[in-house]
């Protein structure tokens, strides 16, 4: 069953071309890796497949549903409700605690605070930082702080998990945990992962990779 796709991607940044006809699905408890030297407009693809940057042509298509013919309101609906997202740097709060930091995207569902805060502990406990809690980003390590942004990109229940170089500030050993984390948590709960990478260590996590090359999507090859 198809999930998430894009179909003939452009996307250009003034006189940079971006995308150029990039294509790609996504399978329901599928991980899929995006590969490709840096610049060749792998974040582009994800951040389009995510309805965070509209492409100028081309379709993503979301369980059917055609995201440009989405409001804005519905799409950031979309990416709060199915949606989670880790980046390179965990981009957590840094004046809030981590437990605050994880029951975030449950408050700014509406849910209420002592709700929020419940889910997002069991969640850190699952992700073994259930003792970081009461700490603030700036109190813990790069390794520690990227399992946190984990726990607040699942706290949802997302069915897409976009992650976009979710290693690539880590050391190899805390980025071998931070994949296998992801990797493991989305086969238990059935979601889905977009993963962005340049180490070919962390794509061999993927079930197919997609490479992308001058902003096109050129091969597209079964993995493992
Ligand atoms: P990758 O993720 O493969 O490194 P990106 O998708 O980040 O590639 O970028 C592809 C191209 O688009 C690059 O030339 C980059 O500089 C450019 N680009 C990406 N985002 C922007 C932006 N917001 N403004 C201007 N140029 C951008
Ligand atoms: P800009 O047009 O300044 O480059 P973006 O491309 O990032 O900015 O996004 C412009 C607007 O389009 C944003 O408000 C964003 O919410 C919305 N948008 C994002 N994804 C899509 C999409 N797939 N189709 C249509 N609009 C989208």
Known sequence: EVLLSGT???KSFGPTDALEGASMLVHENEIVAILGPSGSGKSTLLHCLAGIVAP???VV????RDLAAMTDKERSALRR????????FGQLVPELSCLENVALPLRLGGARRKDAEATAREWMDRIEVGHLT????GEISGGQGQRVAVARALVTGPKVIFADEPTGALDSFNGEQVIRLLVDTARDTGASIVLVTHEARVAAYSDREVVVRDGKTRQVALAH
Do not use: A, C
């Open 56 to 58: 100028d042509n081309g």
């Open 61 to 64: 298509s979301y369980r059917g």
């Open 8 to 10: 003939d991607l452009i």
């Open 134 to 137: 009461g700490k603030r980003p």
């Open 81 to 88: 409700t199915d949606f989670g997202f880790v980046f390179q």
